[in-house]
């Protein structure tokens, strides 16, 4: 089974209420009527009523498919405002504040999922990337022991062209910009976790450098060879190596060349970057040259699911970014 079909199966068959930030926006109307046309969720949409319902009717959404919160006139905004108060009072912020961060779409979605009032939430496709995650940072949280949230991106290779096929994890290429060492260790580990509950296979990590196995030498080069230690004596079965770089890392016949002695083999399907220049950059190029489809940023180590979308996508991503937050709900 293509491991897109996986995610859509495995949510099918537990379906999760999902709210979403932007309700206003087509591309996530339209990703959230697939979503509840394939069964894979029932949808709240967050904006402002009227708005919200033209942009259904445009798509042929009949009423009472999908459910319409107005955070200017919803029966949950005392309650959340309450909640988000109590929550932030000790950060300096007063009941005024309390209630206008609770009328920005970001908060209030992110405060219903906190509530129980929904089991995850997806934004940013209008917002940036730094507002939705601190939106979920601020209100969600980290899931206990936890230190460090990161974020993901699922890339799927399934286009003729592609020689290798499958998915693939990209991190961390979203969340946080320069990693130190015990920072890119907690990122390899918590990625190797996800891929394997998303893709349902062992994860095998390569560390990504400009060096392979000690070519090149450079402080940049050392974070990467002390970040693979540290990931490896917090969990020594995990298969990982580093430094590598990426055509090591995902050839094998550039791998027995390059690093005949790597555990991978060439056959890395998590790729930890050393960085979000790197990943960032990255992951763009493969999706748009190289025709890869990239899910995410997908967020990893908060409480429940709350997860970000590239200002970038289309009705599909959304579709599939829903489905990806549907299978975390499922495996909380
Ligand atoms: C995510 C990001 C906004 C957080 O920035 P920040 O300045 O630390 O944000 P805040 O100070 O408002 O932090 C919010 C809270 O989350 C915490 N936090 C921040 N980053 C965290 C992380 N990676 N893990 C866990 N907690 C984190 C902060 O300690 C703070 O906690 P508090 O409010 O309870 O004190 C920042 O890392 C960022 O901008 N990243 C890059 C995003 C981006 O542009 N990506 C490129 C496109 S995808
Ligand atoms: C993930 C990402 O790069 O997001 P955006 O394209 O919205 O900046």
Redesign the pocket.
Same mark, same amino acid.
């Given at each position: 089974m293509k491991p897109l079909d996986r995610i859509l199966e495995a949510a099918k068959s537990a379906p999760r209420h999902i709210v979403l930030a932007e309700g206003e926006d087509p591309r996530i109307v339209e990703g959230a009527v697939q979503a509840v046309r394939a069964g894979v969720a029932s949808i709240t949409l967050v904006g402002r009523r009227t708005i919200v319902e033209e942009r259904l009717a445009a798509v042929g959404a009949g009423a009472g498919e999908i459910r319409i919160e107005d955070p200017a006139s919803s029966l949950l905004t005392p309650r959340l405002t309450a909640a988000y108060y109590a929550l932030?009072k000790a950060?300096g912020i007063d009941e005024a504040a309390a209630d206008a961060a609770v009328r920005s779409p970001l908060v209030f979605a992110a405060m219903m999922v906190r509530a129980g009032e929904a089991d995850g939430t997806v934004g940013g496709a209008v917002a940036?990337?730094?507002?939705t995650?601190?939106a979920a940072?601020?209100t969600i949280?980290?899931a206990p022991g936890?230190?460090? $949230?990161?974020?993901f991106f699922l890339m799927m290779l399934c286009e003729a062209h592609h020689v290798k096929k499958g998915a693939f994890v990209f991190a961390d290429?979203?969340? $946080?910009?320069d990693p130190d060492a015990a920072g890119l260790a907690d990122i390899a580990v918590m990625s190797a976790r996800s891929f394997e509950a998303l893709a349902g296979k062992p994860a095998k990590v390569a560390m990504l450098s400009f060096s392979t196995a000690g070519s090149a030498a450079h402080e940049r080069v050392s974070k990467v060879v002390e970040a693979t230690r540290l990931a490896h004596a917090a969990e020594p079965c995990l298969v990982i190596d580093g430094e590598l770089q990426f055509d090591t890392a995902f050839v094998e016949a550039v791998s027995a060349a390059k690093a005949p002695q790597s555990a991978l083999h060439g056959e890395a399907n998590v790729f930890v970057f050393p960085n979000?220049d790197a990943a960032?950059i990255g992951y763009k190029i493969a999706q748009r040259i190289g025709g890869a489809t990239a899910i995410g940023?997908i967020l990893q180590?908060l409480a429940r699911p709350a997860n970000?979308l590239?200002r970038g996508c289309n009705a599909a991503d959304v579709f599939h970014m829903i489905a990806v937050t549907v299978v975390q709900a499922g495996n909380r």
């Open positions: 932030r950060k940036t990337t730094a507002d995650v601190r940072l601020q949280g980290r936890v230190g460090l $949230v990161s974020s290429c979203g969340l $946080v910009v979000l960032n940023p180590g970000d590239s």
